[in-house]
């Protein structure tokens, strides 16, 4: 269990059993690792630059900022994930430093699951959305940025 998702494990009933967990797929990390890098090189280059003209404060404000970005991204993707329990479905997703969103319903409601993916990136390195919905197609818990989406549904449906 130590691989598990920090957050999934106190949710877990007495008499539950962990069928499936997992986290999201590790590309979500790209944007905040790029958007983390570009901060800090901006603070580098404009520094080196002009470093008579601009304040030290400026390159290491654009530091922190680079470093904050990337551990925010970080906690959050370490903070998430979904647990397929002998009861239930769960989600729990790390969305801040603080705030956490957690769905979570019976496995004996879910009727349908689907996987949706949104953009070429998900199709080429195959992560998507799974979706559990009830009868009449409302969702009950969904899942972002979820690894190898069919995979996940095929061990569900069994």
């Not at 691989?3 to 009933?13: D, F, Q």
């Not at 404060?57 to 470093?67: D, R, S």
């Not at 998900?122 to 899942?143: E, K, M």
Request: aromatic fraction near 12%; charged fraction near 15%.
């Amino acid at each position: 269990m130590g691989l598990l998702p920090p957050p999934v494990t106190p949710h877990l009933y007495a008499d539950e059993e962990l069928q499936l967990v997992f986290r999201r797929h590790p590309l979500v990390l790209a944007l905040p690792l790029f958007l983390s890098a570009l901060a800090i090189e901006v603070g580098v280059a404009v520094y080196a630059l002009f470093a008579r003209g601009w304040p030290l404060w400026f390159f290491l404000f654009t530091i922190v900022v680079g470093v904050v970005i990337i551990l925010r991204a970080l906690l959050c993707w370490w903070g998430s994930g979904m647990a397929l329990t002998t009861q239930r479905v769960l989600s729990i997703e790390r969305t801040g430093f603080l705030a956490t969103a957690s769905q979570e319903c019976a496995r004996d409601s879910v009727q349908q699951t689907k996987i949706e993916r949104k953009n070429i990136g998900a199709q080429l390195f195959r992560y998507g959305t799974i979706v559990f919905a009830s009868d009449n197609g409302q969702t009950l818990v969904s899942f972002t940025g979820a690894p190898h989406p069919e995979r996940m549904l095929e061990f569900i449906r069994e």
